[in-house]
């Protein structure tokens, strides 16, 4: 009898909101010039496959990869600044995934980097 191999990653941690709603900017992120591709839909479904995200935080994803949500709404729930820095990078890999830089994802870049930088000294 073989017992499991252990994992090394250890626990799995849920989730935090500030992580889930920098997700879901990533996400609105990729509605940003009005196409998802399935590139786009492929990085997300890979991200959300290595996090520990309950049923109803995917549901909600894939929601959000059918329906574009307003970052406005999101934003304020990104209070950890790890995710707040973090939101920018991901966006920027989302909003270069088809190869370019449509100036409508440059403006959210724009948006998301002055959240990210607001209040900070």
């Known amino acids: 009898m073989t017992s ?3 994992d ?3 626990p799995s941690e849920p989730v ?3 992580k889930f709603y920098m997700l879901r900017c990533v996400v609105a992120m990729a509605h940003a010039d009005g196409v998802v591709t399935d590139v786009e839909k492929a990085y997300i479904s890979g ?3 290595h996090l520990p995200l309950s049923a109803e935080q995917r ?3 894939d929601n959000d990869l059918v329906q574009a949500q307003k970052v406005e709404d999101l934003l304020p729930y990104i209070n950890d600044p790890v995710f707040r820095g973090q ?3 991901f966006a920027r890999i989302m909003a270069f995934k088809d190869g370019h830089l449509d100036p409508s994802e440059e403006v959210l870049l724009k948006k998301l980097n002055s959240h990210a ?3 900070l000294d």
Request: charged share 10%; hydrophobic share 40%.
């Open 4 to 6: 499991p191999a252990p």
């Open 16 to 18: 935090s909101t500030s």
């Open 117 to 119: 930088l607001d209040g």
């Open 87 to 89: 939101v920018v990078d």
């Open 59 to 61: 549901q909600t994803l």
């Open 47 to 49: 991200i959300m496959n």
């Open 8 to 10: 090394l990653h250890g």
